[in-house]
């Protein structure tokens, strides 16, 4: 297993418009996370899924956003109606949900909103 | 709310000299982990260090260490006999231990560079 991969790594979108990204965790992790990155500035933290269950979701995902994970693996985050305030890196962390929880962090997929 | 705080938005060292990043934290727990995260230019972020709350030895790993005190809520990261593979960004987070919460809080990071 080589990590957490995402896809696309790179999505450009016109205003309007929905996008999906897709999250692959490390194959035996059970906690899958994501994070939105702005320029500048640190992760920010959306939502948190264990298994299929999504336990914890941020007020910084707006009714426009949407996350699943539907079998405990892979995870789609899909924004609807884009805005050029959405641009920005997402990110997908899994973890095995031990005690200190170290998180594993994939590449990221860049959305740009023009 | 937890919030992290990195004062330090750039830094920069000389190749085999030592360097440390701030951070300071805040929160009401007694009880939780900070990590430093390193994010290389268009690489993907790996964990550097990290410290659980309730131990009082400062956290090590090889070059990295940490600096962990709890009642100033700082947490600083020293990198010695820097190399220029350390460039980078770097990220402070905080954990809560307990609570449900399993979300990272991160710092706005420092954009590290090093020297040859």
């Known amino acids: 297993d080589t990590g957490v991969s995402q896809n696309p790594r790179h999505k450009i979108t016109k205003r309007g418009q929905n996008v999906t990204f897709r999250c692959d965790p490390i194959s035996e992790h059970n906690r899958l996370y994501w994070y939105r990155q702005t320029l500048g500035q640190g992760p920010e933290f959306l939502t948190y899924?264990?298994?299929?269950?999504?336990?914890?979701k941020s007020r910084l995902l707006s009714d426009r956003f949407s996350a699943e994970r539907p079998k405990g693996s892979f995870s789609t985050l899909e924004i609807q109606r884009t805005e050029q305030g959405d641009s920005a890196m997402y990110l997908c962390a899994s973890s095995l949900g031990l005690t200190y929880n170290e998180q594993f962090f994939g590449p990221g997929t860049r959305l740009t909103v023009l | 709310a937890q919030t992290v705080t990195q004062s330090q938005p750039e830094m920069s060292v000389q190749e085999a000299e030592t360097v440390t990043l701030s951070c300071t934290y805040d929160?009401?727990?007694?009880?939780?982990?900070l990590f430093w995260y390193k994010q290389p230019p268009s690489r993907q972020m790996i964990l550097v260090i990290r410290q659980e709350a309730y131990k009082q030895q400062n956290a090590t790993e090889n070059r990295f260490s940490v600096n962990f005190q709890k009642a100033a809520k700082s947490f600083s990261l020293k990198i010695s006999d820097s190399q220029l593979g350390d460039a980078a960004m770097y990220f402070c987070?905080?954990?809560?231990?307990?609570?449900?919460?399993?979300?990272?809080?991160f710092g706005k990071g420092t954009k590290l560079t090093v020297n040859p």
């Open positions: 929160t009401s727990e007694s009880d939780y982990y």
């Open positions: 987070a905080y954990k809560a231990a307990q609570g449900g919460s399993e979300k990272l809080v």
């Open positions: 899924f264990q298994n299929e269950a999504q336990l914890e």
